[in-house]
C-alpha cells in the first residue's frame, strides 16, 4: 500500500469533515439524485481512509471499520445541517 504522510491524511480528513459535511453534501441533498452522490462519495471516503490507516498494526477490520466511521461522519454533519436549514426555511428565519 501507498504510505501517505500523516499531514496529507489528515489534512483530507479535516477538508473532508468540514468541507463535505457543511457544504457539499447539505447542497447535495438539496438536489434531484443527491443522495445517490453522497452515497457514492462515502464509499469513496471508506476505502481513502482505509487507505490512510491500513499501514498501522491494527487488524483489516479495524481499519475499515474507522473509515467507516470517519466517512460516515460528514453525512451526519449535513443531515444536521440540511434538518436545521429546513427548519429555518419553515419559519422564515433564512429570508
Keep these: 500500500m501507498i504510505d ?3 499531514w496529507l491524511s489528515g489534512t483530507v480528513t479535516i477538508v473532508a469533515l468540514f468541507g463535505l459535511g457543511l457544504f457539499v453534501y447539505p447542497y447535495l441533498l438539496k438536489q ?3 443522495a ?3 452515497g457514492a462519495f462515502t464509499v469513496a471516503l471508506t ?3 482505509y487507505v490512510f ?3 498501522r498494526a491494527e487488524p483489516i477490520v479495524t481499519s475499515a471499520l474507522l473509515g467507516l466511521l470517519w466517512a460516515l461522519a460528514p ?3 449535513a443531515l444536521l445541517v440540511h434538518r436545521l ?3 429555518a426555511d419553515a419559519e422564515g428565519v433564512l429570508r
Design 4 to 6: 501517505f504522510p500523516t
Design 32 to 34: 434531484p439524485g443527491g
Design 36 to 38: 445517490g452522490l453522497i
Design 47 to 49: 476505502f481513502l481512509f
Design 53 to 55: 490507516d491500513s499501514h
Design 75 to 77: 453525512v451526519a454533519v
Design 85 to 87: 436549514t429546513q427548519r
